[in-house]
């Protein structure tokens, strides 16, 4: 069974960074396409990047050019730099993995982003 395990997150200003990292561990990494998504409040769950194991990124328009999503993969872990940080930003951050042969999902359990003054 997938388990996925994330770090970072915290309170930062606008204009700051924060990184986001998260480990998966119960299957091989190069089965998985990897991704984050975001719920912020009241608001349902989005898609912010994902990233196969080829490397090849998708991103939300609303994060393009302020966030960049990276994978190690001899580490199994797969991060998230965010630059530029905007008070919308603010929102629980969830780390998703898709296996990419049946398509079955996985989530981490949150990690708390808030972006204010």
């Known amino acids: 069974q997938v388990q996925l395990v994330e770090s970072g997150g915290g309170l930062v200003q606008p204009g700051g960074s924060l990184r986001l990292s998260c480990a998966l561990s119960?299957?091989?990494?190069?089965?998985?396409?990897m991704g984050w998504y975001r719920q912020p409040p009241g608001n349902q769950r989005e898609l912010v990047a994902t990233?196969?194991?080829?490397?090849?990124?998708n991103y939300a328009d609303s994060v393009q050019g302020r966030f960049t999503i990276s994978r190690d993969n001899t580490k199994n872990t797969v991060s998230l730099q965010m630059n530029s940080l905007k008070l919308e930003d603010t929102a629980v951050y969830y780390c998703?993995?898709?296996?990419?042969?049946?398509?079955?999902?996985?989530w981490g359990q949150g990690t708390q982003v808030t972006v204010s003054t």
């Open positions: 119960g299957n091989i990494f190069s089965t998985y396409v």
């Open positions: 990233i196969a194991f080829t490397l090849a990124t």
């Open positions: 998703h993995a898709r296996n990419r042969y049946n398509n079955k999902e996985s």
